[in-house]
């Protein structure tokens, strides 16, 4: 089983930046991919940014060149950096990690972006 505990979230305004964190915990033997997804209001719950296990990276073409996902191995943690946040950015944004068959899902972090 492995837990995950995301922080970082919160209100900001336009033009500004967050970073997300994501910690997994239990009884971990290798994270294959690491990454984020965000739900709004009303809408799907959408791929922001994954980070395979070779380091290689993925984006939403809205988040591309602002949005910056890095993984910590040896912590088990996967981080989002968020710049430049658009009102559009706002959502909960959810941490996602592959272990073995599985994919196990944070509960969420709320990040709302003021215009």
């Known amino acids: 089983q492995v837990r995950l505990v995301e922080s970082g979230g919160g209100l900001v305004q336009a033009g500004g930046s967050l970073r997300l964190s994501c910690a997994a915990s239990?009884?971990?033997?290798?994270?294959?991919?690491m990454g984020w997804y965000r739900q709004a209001p009303g809408k799907p719950r959408d791929l922001v940014a994954v980070?395979?296990?070779?380091?290689?990276?993925n984006y939403a073409d809205s988040v591309k060149g602002r949005f910056t996902i890095s993984r910590d191995n040896a912590k088990n943690t996967v981080y989002l950096q968020m710049n430049s946040l658009k009102p559009e950015d706002t959502a909960v944004y959810y941490c996602?990690?592959?272990?073995?068959?599985?994919?196990?899902w944070g509960k969420g972090t709320l990040v709302t972006v003021s215009s």
């Open positions: 980070c395979l296990s070779n380091s290689n990276t």
């Open positions: 239990g009884t971990i033997f290798n994270l294959g991919v």
């Open positions: 996602m990690v592959s272990h073995g068959a599985m994919n196990y």
